[in-house]
């Protein structure tokens, strides 16, 4: 018998619990059936099967990211109070979301309307940001892979102890997002590319 009050966004819900528990990688129908005391057929009810729920699970994840940079950008400051304040949120998210997080990772389909728009908020975010630093169409662009580069591998080499050397790793993001901030002040779409 189905549990009581089980819907599809309650499923994606525990999804992204058990993700975030056990690793996006490790996500399973089984694991979220056994969470939820139900038989792995009943999810099929409300999802239809684990792509399906990782796409729901990739849509949460960018709007909770979304929702983390638009909120920690302080729209008076000046950029590199936004850069620091979207990297600081990023790293922040990744570390409280360690399963959901690689759920963001991969290019949404343009075509998949709830996934496009949530990833089109989060580079609204982004996009803001680096105005400030006077960069927009093609600039922007590569900035932005830039800024995600940057913070994503900072992020994941945290994530699995990779920082070893006898240094604050605080104080070393701040570097980082110092480093990004000078690129960004230095940018010039008329430099010749390496």
Same mark, same amino acid.
């Given at each position: ?18 993700? &975030?528990?056990? /690793?996006?990688?490790?996500?399973? @129908?089984? *694991? =979220? !059936? +056994? ?28 709007r909770e990211l979304g929702v983390a940079l638009g909120s920690?950008? &302080?729209?008076? /400051?000046?950029?590199?109070?936004? @850069?620091? *304040? =979207? !990297? +600081? ?40 940001v680096l105005a400030l630093y006077e960069l927009s169409g093609d600039d922007a662009i590569d ?52």
């Open positions: 018998m189905p549990r009581a009050g089980l819907s599809r966004e309650f499923v994606v819900a525990e999804a992204a619990q058990v993700a &975030d528990e056990v /690793g996006y990688d490790r996500l399973t @129908l089984a *694991a =979220i !059936a +056994e969470r939820l005391g139900v038989a792995v057929p009943s999810l099929y009810k409300h999802v239809d099967g684990l792509g399906e729920l990782r796409r729901d699970l990739t849509v949460l994840a960018l920690a950008v &302080d729209r008076g /400051g000046g950029a590199d109070d936004g @850069l620091r *304040a =979207i !990297a +600081e949120a990023y790293r922040g998210y990744a570390r409280a979301h360690p399963g959901r997080y690689p759920a963001t990772l991969r290019a949404v389909d343009p075509h998949d309307h709830d996934a496009d728009e949530a990833s089109r908020a989060l580079l609204q975010t982004v996009f803001s900035a932005t892979r830039a800024l995600r580069a940057a913070l994503h591998g900072f992020v994941t080499l945290e994530a699995v102890g990779g920082f070893g050397l006898p240094r604050d790793v605080d104080r070393s993001f701040a570097r980082l997002v110092q480093i990004l901030d000078t690129a960004f002040r230095d940018w010039s779409p008329e430099r010749k590319l390496l």
